[in-house]
């Protein structure tokens, strides 16, 4: 990880001067972000597992009917991970398509896709120009609608390329509140980012209201003002040794990529410190907490 980069970026000198980013800074962060570290996202929510056993991904992918679902999106679509578990699912006749905005991520997701060479795209959710209307049986989202800007925008997009009785389905921050120990650890992290940027925090990367039930389910309700709008509300875990767990949490967080090169250590060390405090040894766990949302449309929908 290297600060330096990441403090010199629009999005964070805008902080540092107690401005409110502009959404063309925050854009430029989080490929700043990603360039320097494509697929760091799926490494913790590979390994989290929700009480049956399934990643967020797999979560994500079982809107998908392989019976009734052939043309199926994935929106940020980052290093292909849903993808993958996409094609799994529903056999190889099945026409995947990803979208990312970062070069970087979609080289991964065509290493691990190679059969969706022409089929990976870069691009802006807000603008999905180059896609038809009333193309896609499914949309997904992984993790990504939280930190997108003018959601409001996405969700009109993903309405308008989708089909008339299709399905929008995605994974986001869940309330903190329901995961033991994820409000600590946030603490832990964020301490030593504001040491360095007291700013920082103060505004979220993306759109706040998607991080709350309520407000994401109003959210969606605006847009799609006649259709099926539910929020799922879970906790996934990952159990494992206390310095392994201080890793992959750090390595979760955007936050940690700010944190000086000096200051790493010593955040991993009272990281691994909270985890063993937990008196589990090897078993120590890890809670995220997640919202699904899935919102599914009906034919007789207005498309306006």
Known sequence: MNEHIYSESDWMQSLMRGEQPSDKSLREHLLLV?????????????KCRDSLGRNSYELLASVVDPKRHSHILDLACGSGVLLEVCRQRCGPKSELTGVDMSPEEL?????????????????MAQNLHFIGDDFF?????HWALTLMDQVPLVLREVKRVLKKNGVFAAIVDGD?????GYAELHKIIYSFVNQQYPNYG????????????????RLAKQTFTDAE???????FCLDATPDV??????????????VSLQEQDHMLEQLERFFTKQGKGNRCSFSLPVNKLVVCLSPDIDRG
Do not use: W
Not at 137 to 141: E, K, Q, S, T
Not at 176 to 180: F, G, K, Q
Not at 212 to 217: A, I, K, P, R, T
């Open 34 to 46: 990603h360039r320097s570290h494509p697929g760091f996202t799926e490494s913790c929510a590979l």
């Open 107 to 123: 080289v991964l997701a065509r290493q691990r896709n190679p059969h969706l060479e022409n089929s990976l795209h870069v691009g």
């Open 137 to 141: 049986d499914v949309v997904l989202c």
């Open 176 to 180: 903190p509140e329901t995961a033991p």
């Open 202 to 217: 103060g505004t979220d990367l993306g759109d706040p209201r998607v991080r709350e039930g309520v407000s994401l389910e």
């Open 229 to 235: 709008v539910k929020i799922e509300p879970m906790v």
């Open 245 to 258: 767990l201080a890793r992959e949490v750090a390595g979760f967080f955007y936050a940690s990529f700010v």
